[in-house]
């Protein structure tokens, strides 16, 4: 059994051995150590193997040496108060702070020409009873007022550091205890990544913020996607629906029923019901099919909402990882992991049922060529021919080719940079930093998108790709 051990160490000699000294004691296998004081002085991660019994005991002796974190921990409020430009201004207000015996984290202050200084402090505080008084005290020596504190910055909060800022992400995104937990785990992966690319650690954290508040900022009526209606032969129309963030849903009502490609973020999933209910009349009494490109977390989010899921082998055995709480495919990838994990989190993603699955075909051995033909699906009148990629994006990716359509659906093997909107652009800039590239083999996902294009029989033909809008391809 493996176990991450997310501990607060004094800032003391001997600190990391006593609690070497309770693992070694135990039996227990330690796999990996992260520590950077300059993001926080005393948080330390511990990887362990071994018995699930002595991870158990482990847990408990090093609760009670106080090694484990306290969720009554408490958090940093930035204050910002407005003194006078002249010496011993500060003064009182130090003295009130030694008073209630906060901890101070954090301090800037600079003159501005003016006859006042904007003088901030960081506070850590345990009690919201205390800073309540505080601020009332505070409030009869000068200005007052409580700003958002952006830990971010090039000055990080040194002392409590990770606390602070999954706290601030799970209030904003609704996570309890234990999302908040392995949000501080995954941060912290990401960090040890991209430091040993010599990225400052400020700007990753800025970046999974910028994630965690592009998923929440068009929650509920701030969810307008762009749509767009494409004609297609026989009378048909493809629908595209794209969110501000998450990939495209993509429709064509049929006579039969409704075909959807790909279904976006889980955290939408309310949102997206209600603007297909709007598009469609009956949307829930109307048999209705997902089609995934493949099975990356912003793909799948209404693959309950449907009455069946065509997927690959690949796809399945991926989903099949995650019911029995293994790593699926993408998190396989060590540089990928903590991304794919930080935005199950976020996005409240549950694995979809494997009832609902059809698999189309494939195998979960690695394909031999760049696409391969794997079967073929009719639905509704219409015939996908449905290829499997190499896996130069994600093991298990899909494209499915309508001829007489003249469409096809690529997932993110393509995807239409020049075409995003301004919200979409912005939300696709985070995931390559923090996975360092959103692509498992960026030199195999060419060599499938040069493949794709050679299937195509010569002319015009509409290719969707999964973010952005769709694009008009000339083969031959």
């Given at each position: 059994m493996k176990k991450t051990f997310t501990t607060i160490l004094p800032d003391k000699v001997g600190s990391f051995c006593a609690a070497s000294r309770i693992l070694a004691g135990l039996g227990l296998n330690i796999t990996r150590v992260s520590y950077n004081k300059a993001v926080d002085t005393h948080t330390l991660f511990i990887d362990v193997d071994g018995d699930p019994a002595a991870i158990q005991q482990a847990a408990r002796q090093l609760e009670e040496i106080g090694y484990l974190q306290n969720k009554n921990r408490g958090n940093v409020i930035l204050i910002e108060f407005l003194l006078r430009d002249r010496p011993g201004a500060v003064q009182p207000i130090l003295e009130l702070t030694s008073r209630y015996r906060f901890n101070i984290s954090y301090i800037s202050a600079q003159e501005n020409g003016t006859p006042y200084q904007h003088f901030r402090m960081g506070l850590f505080v345990e009690n919201p009873e205390d800073i309540s008084s505080f601020l009332q005290q505070a409030a009869r020596l000068c200005d007052v007022r409580v700003i958002n504190y952006n830990p971010t910055g090039k000055v990080l909060d040194n002392t409590v550091f990770y606390m602070s800022f999954a706290s601030r992400i799970a209030e904003q995104n609704r996570l309890d205890e234990e999302e908040k937990a392995r949000l501080i785990v995954e941060s912290n992966r990401i960090m040890e990544l991209l430091n040993q690319?010599?990225?400052?650690?400020?700007?990753?954290?800025?970046?999974?913020?910028?994630?965690?508040?592009?998923?929440?900022?068009?929650?509920?009526?701030?969810?307008?996607?762009?749509?767009?209606?494409?004609?297609?032969?026989?009378?048909?129309?493809?629908?595209?629906?794209?969110?501000?963030?998450?990939?495209?849903?993509?429709?064509?009502?049929?006579?039969?029923?409704?075909?959807?490609?790909?279904?976006?973020?889980?955290?939408?999933?309310?949102?997206?019901?209600?603007?297909?209910?709007?598009?469609?009349?009956?949307?829930?009494?109307?048999?209705?099919?997902?089609?995934?490109?493949?099975?990356?977390?912003?793909?799948?989010?209404?693959?309950?909402?449907?009455?069946?899921?065509?997927?690959?082998?690949?796809?399945?055995?991926?989903?099949?990882?995650?019911?029995?709480?293994?790593?699926?495919?993408?998190?396989?990838?060590?540089?990928?992991?903590?991304?794919?994990?930080?935005?199950?989190?976020?996005?409240?993603?549950?694995?979809?049922?494997?009832?609902?699955?059809?698999?189309?075909?494939?195998?979960?051995?690695?394909?031999?060529?760049?696409?391969?033909?794997?079967?073929?699906?009719?639905?509704?009148?219409?015939?996908?021919?449905?290829?499997?990629?190499?896996?130069?994006?994600?093991?298990?990716?899909?494209?499915?080719?309508?001829?007489?359509?003249?469409?096809?659906?690529?997932?993110?093997?393509?995807?239409?940079?020049?075409?995003?909107?301004?919200?979409?652009?912005?939300?696709?800039?985070?995931?390559?930093?923090?996975?360092?590239?959103?692509?498992?083999?960026?030199?195999?996902?060419?060599?499938?998108?040069?493949?794709?294009?050679?299937?195509?029989?010569?002319?015009?033909?509409?290719?969707?790709?999964?973010?952005?809008?769709?694009?008009?391809?000339?083969?031959?």
């Open positions: 690319q010599n990225k400052p650690p400020y700007k990753t954290f800025d970046y999974i913020g910028k994630f965690a508040e592009g998923l929440m900022k068009y929650r509920g009526a701030a969810y307008q996607p762009r749509v767009t209606g494409h004609p297609l032969a026989g009378g048909l129309k493809l629908t595209v629906v794209e969110p501000p963030s998450g990939s495209n849903l993509c429709l064509i009502r049929t006579g039969a029923g409704l075909l959807c490609f790909d279904s976006g973020f889980p955290c939408y999933g309310g949102e997206s019901l209600d603007c297909l209910r709007g598009l469609y009349s009956g949307f829930d009494s109307l048999p209705r099919d997902l089609l995934l490109t493949h099975a990356d977390v912003d793909h799948v989010g209404l693959a309950g909402s449907f009455d069946r899921v065509f997927l690959s082998r690949k796809c399945y055995d991926n989903f099949v990882c995650e019911s029995r709480g293994q790593p699926n495919l993408r998190e396989q990838n060590p540089a990928h992991a903590p991304y794919v994990r930080i935005s199950k989190i976020l996005s409240h993603y549950k694995p979809p049922e494997l009832e609902k699955m059809r698999i189309i075909g494939g195998d979960s051995a690695p394909c031999r060529q760049p696409v391969e033909a794997i079967g073929a699906l009719e639905l509704g009148g219409l015939t996908f021919e449905v290829y499997e990629g190499a896996g130069g994006h994600i093991a298990g990716e899909v494209v499915y080719i309508e001829r007489r359509l003249r469409v096809l659906f690529t997932g993110d093997l393509f995807v239409n940079i020049k075409g995003f909107m301004p919200q979409q652009a912005q939300f696709n800039r985070v995931a390559p930093y923090l996975m360092t590239s959103v692509d498992t083999d960026p030199a195999l996902a060419a060599g499938e998108r040069q493949a794709i294009l050679k299937l195509l029989d010569p002319g015009p033909w509409l290719l969707v790709g999964g973010h952005g809008a769709p694009m008009t391809v000339t083969a031959g």
